[in-house]
């Protein structure tokens, strides 16, 4: 029978920033509702409003933002008047959140186990027996392998897509009549992503939870949404059922949103230019580590004999799940990580045999785009200083090298004058313009760049893209770029090498990778792809 009362009912809610933002309303008279059984997705930018509702629905308002008009009714209570006891006894318990980024959500210094207890502990529940019996039964039914293992582990020691999983634990530890997700799967790779999705929509759908999903992915939305609220600039643009929305969009943001989705039809390309920049052969770096009192010896080999050729003016993909070695083969091609064995030649010298002044000028020809722009750039410098340091550096004299920090600000999309502000006063797809810049101060011949676009917004996203294909072209840039998001691999690049436990199991041209994979791994990472069947994968 399907439900008819919504489980959460948000009316016409306005949440006032503080005097002196960008805007005078975080969200203006939102509405959207949360039916037992159903899966509503808020989705747009950073910076739409999304996840102030969601902060809203659990009463973790930041003290700044204040609400200022609507309601938000949960069994019969309006969520915005309740004073901090009434939300300490349904916080958890009633209401529980899975936040973005498992790693600062979670203690670092408790074991797992330890935090899924503290749910029956806060609000008094079960004996000590009876809580660890608990613990273990929801570290089982979250998919953990070993449950016994994952409760006495530190987060530190589970993989991202585990820690999601204990999150998850969390939250589904009291049983709560509604669940609040909050980009859950932002920075997990394809085939991790699709486990936390399916595991979601099973507790879903067992346990009749309601769910409050924010995301800006539109591929996750297909996936897993019944409802969908699309917003901008904290209003409610458009909102329906999950088809209606995403096959038969009105209103032109949600139009916008979708074309900027990267497909997973590679463009056409020119022939690529034959001479060989960069050439690996051979690359392999093993770790090793010591027994302990309660823990054995392990040897991880995080990159296995890799090889592979990049030529003048083309971009390799390196694509593959989280540990699959492909940011470890990115700090060794750079030399940031000493290899085993191997070699690195740049335009025919090797890397690994320079030293000194030597090394010094190789590593100008390969700089780093990192994933992280805001932890790249120094928060207390200005971006232009950032820019020209190791122009300076490399003898440039101070008024040039800033004149040249000017002109590659305005070369990334940016204005000259933005060198004089700090990181901090960017968004996220400017602060990565800046890195892009940053990185081209040193004229190189080919960049590394790690996981560049996979923290932005879609729309951002796609910007990035085009601002590093027209680089490419424009400037003969050759590119290592290593993503695990294999449409935004088939947008940018002339060729994917497909990694695996530190290997390569394919590599070829983007439209054979991707077309007819030759490994089943390659088909696996294919198939997991969110939003699939929508993005005409074949």
Partial sequence: MEPTAPLLDVQNLTLALPSGADRARAVSEVSFTVMPGRVTCLVGESGSGKSVCAQAAIGLLPRAIRPAGGRILFEGMDLLRLSSPDWRKIRGRRIAMVFQEPMTALNPVMPIGAQVAEMFEAHRLLSSSARRQRVLALLDEVGLPDPAAAARAFPHQLSGGQRQRAMIAMALALDPALLVADEPTTA????????????????????????????????????????????????????????????????????????????????????????????????????????????????????????????????????GESGSGKSTLARLVTRLLEADAGTIRLDGTDLREAGGQSLRRLRRQIPVVFQDPFASLNPRRRVGDSIMDGAVADGMQWRQARAEARRLLEQVGLQGSAGGRYPHEFSGGQRQRIGIARALAMRPDIIVADEPVSALDVSVQAQVLALLDKLKRTLQLSMLFITHDLNVAAQICDRIAVMRRGEIVEIGQVRQVLGSPSHPYTKILIDAAPGRAALGVP
């Fill in 188 to 319: 997990l790779d394809v085939t991790t992503q699709a486990q936390i999705l399916r595991l979601i929509r099973e507790v879903q759908t067992r346990r009749g939870t309601g769910v409050l999903f924010i995301t800006h992915d539109l591929g996750v939305v297909r996936d897993i949404a019944d409802q969908v609220v699309v917003m901008q600039g904290g209003r409610s643009v458009e909102a329906g059922r999950m088809r209606d929305v995403l096959d038969r969009p009105r209103h032109a943001y949600t139009k916008a949103l979708i074309a900027a989705m990267p497909g997973s039809t590679p463009p056409e390309r020119g022939a690529p230019d034959q001479r060989v920049l960069l050439e690996v052969a051979g690359l392999s770096k093993t770790y090793s580590t010591r027994a302990g009192w309660f823990r054995p010896a392990r040897t991880v080999h995080a990159v296995r004999n890799v090889s592979f050729t990049i030529a003048r003016g083309e971009t390799l993909g390196v694509v």
